[in-house]
């Protein structure tokens, strides 16, 4: 349990009763759907190219994911009966397989894996290790690496894979099989030779070989530039490898997280603790700022804290860890949060990418509501072990 001051957590208290009525509210409105992007106080869903729902959207796990928090926290049978609604619609994903992603990581764990966690579900437990299954499918063993995308990019990695990896050793240890973690291990690997850079900045794409595993280029991806350090990125950086350390046990990947939350921490407090899309954007440009990277960096820290707080040698960063992470939240929860029951979109001036999507710019996205509460559930006391076992490892 995180050692926080009375104070905080009983801002936590306060911030999670406003969310409870809200998010009671939005189950009742948006029921059994795939919300994506919140614009003027309507959840809408990414559609297909047929303009119907798009089952294998990457954000798909979210809205489950938060009803399984909402039904842990009050153990109302309505949350249960909707997140497993999705789950049933979700099956459509993994029986047309053709379009799905690296992300099966994001979409399964919070949908399926939780669900698992909180009621001992067989049927939950089946769906994730059919996505493990697929997720292992798209490793490529000659380059080490997990493919992201589908189309031409068969060489193509991305940071935001770090977060999927989790899927991967739950799936081991549920069957006592070590390919899996083999392949976390083998991607994280490459992620941190080519994605990682020496000052704790971060790619968001890199082009590998894909006979071989070798470095082509970083194109710019979601941030401003090649070479640029997109914020959502390093907070997805930042996690990624601190769960895949509490996974693993490798120090390594502790190591890299850490050089990760050195830079973010050394660039946060000058932006007032709400991240711009990209910390390397030019300063004569408009400001634009993506709130979910913020609340998926608090996350990332209050996760660096709690590893890092009971070693003598990290007092100093642990305390910036948990300070930093609680000053985010609170400058967000202040000035960016919408607690109108009648509206959806929990967490306001998120940005999906700095380039273009002006529909998916400065509005609410539903991993952005769904970190957030993770983090303030974590403040209360009342953390679940989602990206990891009960037990730690």
């Not at 997990?146 to 068969?154: F, G, K, P, S």
């Not at 977060?163 to 392949?183: C, E, H, K, V």
């Not at 997805?236 to 997280?257: C, D, K, P, Q, V």
Request: proline share 3%; hydrophobic share 40%; charged share 20%.
């Amino acid at each position: 349990m995180l050692q926080i001051s009375v104070e905080d957590r009983q801002w936590a208290e306060t911030t999670w009763e406003k969310i409870s009525v809200k998010m009671l509210a939005q189950c009742e409105r948006l029921g059994a759907s795939f919300p994506y992007a919140s614009i003027d106080g309507h959840y809408s869903c990414k559609k297909n190219d047929n303009m119907s729902p798009n089952v294998y959207w990457w954000t798909n796990g979210f809205w489950p994911g938060i009803l399984w928090l909402m039904y842990n926290a009050s153990g109302d049978n309505k949350y249960l009966q909707t997140a497993r609604a999705i789950e049933e619609k979700l099956d459509g994903a993994l029986s047309g397989f053709e379009g799905l992603h690296h992300d099966v990581g994001f979409m399964w764990t919070l949908a399926s894996v939780l669900d698992f966690r909180l009621t001992g579900d067989n049927t939950a437990r089946r769906r994730a290790l059919h996505a493990a299954n697929i997720l292992a499918g798209r490793f490529n063993p000659r380059g080490k690496f997990i493919r992201a995308w589908n189309r031409d990019c068969t060489g193509w990695i991305i940071i935001d894979s770090m977060m999927n990896l989790s899927l991967l050793y739950w799936a081991g240890r549920q069957t006592n099989d070590p390919r899996f973690a083999f392949i976390a291990e083998d991607h994280a690997d490459t992620a941190m030779r080519c994605l990682v850079r020496e000052d704790g900045s971060c790619n968001h794409i890199a082009v590998l070989d894909p006979l071989n595993g070798t470095l082509v280029e970083t194109p710019a991806g979601q941030g401003y530039a090649s070479g640029s350090s997109w914020t959502r990125g390093q907070a997805w950086a930042m996690y990624g490898f601190a769960l895949t350390y509490l996974n693993s046990g490798h120090i390594r990947y502790l190591e890299t997280s850490r050089r990760i939350a050195k830079y973010f921490c050394g660039k946060i407090a000058r932006h007032g603790f709400v991240p711009p899309v990209d910390f390397r954007s030019p300063d004569n440009e408009e400001k634009i700022i993506d709130t979910s990277a913020g609340v998926i960096a608090s996350c990332a820290l209050l996760t660096l804290y709690e590893i890092s707080h009971n070693d003598s040698g990290q007092t100093e960063n642990a305390n910036q860890y948990l300070r930093d992470a609680v000053n985010i939240l609170k400058t967000i929860e202040s000035k960016y949060c919408d607690y109108d029951p009648s509206a959806d979109g929990l967490v306001r001036m998120a940005t999906a990418q700095y380039h273009n999507k002006l529909d998916e710019r400065h509005v609410s996205l539903i991993y952005g509501d769904y970190f957030f509460m993770e983090a303030v559930n974590r403040l209360r006391g009342k953390e679940i072990k989602i990206w990891q076992d009960q037990n730690g490892k």
